[in-house]
């Protein structure tokens, strides 16, 4: 499965972003992962096909993940963003990866 995500770019402490993942086939598992340089890549939140999803506690209550199951496409809703949140943000479904798209919060 090929993933491509959009939505990146750079935005003040406290504002918002929407990060969208296109998959080129239908997934049952999709998450979204994130890194900083020097550091491991990190959950961030993940939903399987009937909705159910997951969060790291870091971004419970800001962030909300969200499926378009017949677009094969996936959302993260990220608000109320921290400087902390600056990272390069991957699609998934725990078998492929996407290229990351930066989001970078000052």
């Known amino acids: 499965v090929q993933l491509v995500e959009s939505g990146g770019g750079s935005v003040q402490a406290g504002g918002s972003l929407r990060l969208t993942c296109v998959a080129s086939a239908e997934a049952r598992y999709m998450a979204w992962f994130r890194q900083t340089p020097g550091s491991e890549r990190e959950g961030v939140a993940a939903?399987?096909?009937?909705?159910?999803?997951t969060y790291s506690d870091s971004v419970k209550g800001r962030f909300a993940i969200s499926r378009d199951n017949a677009k094969n496409t996936m959302y993260l809703q990220m608000n109320s963003l921290k400087s902390e949140d600056t990272a390069l943000y991957y699609c998934c479904t725990f078998k492929d990866w996407g290229q990351g798209t930066q989001v970078t919060v000052s």
């Open positions: 939903m399987d096909q009937a909705g159910l999803a």
